[in-house]
């Protein structure tokens, strides 16, 4: 008679909890990787180009004759300057800006960073420019811009919510804005 022996599904279990951790931190890494991706592809930057003055220097070597003369060369300075005047003009986008006073009626302070969103009545979409905190019982006033380019944006005084603090704190905490939101068209001179 030979002796029994007993099979336990503890050695079956160790490579499938291995495997599951693989495949786990493997995914986990992929979604990191497809976040930092969506994030640097997110980024845009605008260049301005100016053009700068800068000397030009000439040397050119001539013969004039067959016969050798002694001469001298002058050197003259020759200046250029003309202005142009724009034709016409074009509107075309820009980012309003404008001042808005945030209001904390609760009874602690609130940290609020930058590019905040403030929600108008009419649903156009603004965000601090700056880190705050709005002391408890108290009023600060910072700047603002809008989330989109153009005209829309150029709004009047108004008040605004925070949409990123819940119901109850959106309540007390808020902001409004006194002057109109300016800047939302830019118009450029066009010269032919």
């Given at each position: 008679?030979?002796?029994?022996?007993?099979?336990?599904?503890?050695?079956?279990?160790?490579?499938?909890?291995?495997?599951?951790?693989?495949?786990?931190?493997?995914?986990?890494?992929t979604?990191?990787?497809?976040?930092?991706?969506?994030?640097?592809?997110?980024?845009?930057a605008?260049?301005?180009?100016?053009?700068?003055q800068?000397?030009?220097?000439?040397?050119?070597?001539?013969?004039?004759?067959?016969?050798?003369?002694?001469?001298?060369?002058?050197?003259?300075?020759?200046?250029?300057?003309?202005?142009?005047?724009?034709?016409?003009?074009?509107?075309?986008?820009?980012?309003?800006?404008?001042?808005?006073?945030?209001?904390?009626?609760?009874?602690a302070?609130?940290?609020?960073?930058?590019?905040?969103?403030?929600?108008?009545?009419?649903?156009?979409?603004?965000?601090?420019?700056?880190?705050?905190?709005?002391?408890?019982?108290?009023?600060?006033?910072?700047?603002?811009?809008?989330?989109?380019?153009?005209?829309?944006?150029?709004?009047?005084?108004?008040?605004?919510?925070?949409?990123?603090?819940?119901?109850?704190?959106?309540?007390?905490?808020?902001?409004?804005?006194?002057?109109?939101?300016?800047?939302?068209?830019?118009?450029?001179?066009?010269?032919?």
């Amino acid at each position: 008679m030979t002796p029994r022996t007993k099979h336990t599904s503890l050695a079956v279990e160790q490579p499938v909890r291995l495997y599951k951790f693989i495949a786990l931190s493997f995914l986990i890494l992929t979604i990191i990787l497809l976040g930092v991706i969506i994030f640097m592809s997110a980024k845009r930057a605008t260049i301005t180009v100016v053009a700068g003055q800068e000397p030009l220097e000439v040397s050119v070597a001539m013969a004039i004759g067959s016969e050798s003369k002694i001469g001298f060369v002058e050197t003259i300075t020759v200046e250029l300057k003309k202005t142009y005047k724009p034709e016409s003009t074009k509107e075309i986008g820009a980012v309003a800006m404008g001042a808005v006073t945030l209001r904390n009626d609760s009874d602690a302070d609130q940290a609020l960073v930058a590019t905040t969103r403030l929600l108008s009545p009419e649903g156009i979409l603004f965000r601090l420019k700056n880190r705050v905190v709005v002391p408890a019982k108290s009023t600060i006033v910072t700047e603002v811009y809008a989330d989109k380019e153009g005209r829309e944006s150029e709004i009047g005084p108004a008040k605004f919510t925070i949409p990123g603090l819940n119901a109850a704190k959106q309540a007390v905490i808020y902001a409004t804005s006194e002057k109109p939101m300016i800047g939302g068209v830019r118009a450029v001179g066009i010269v032919t």
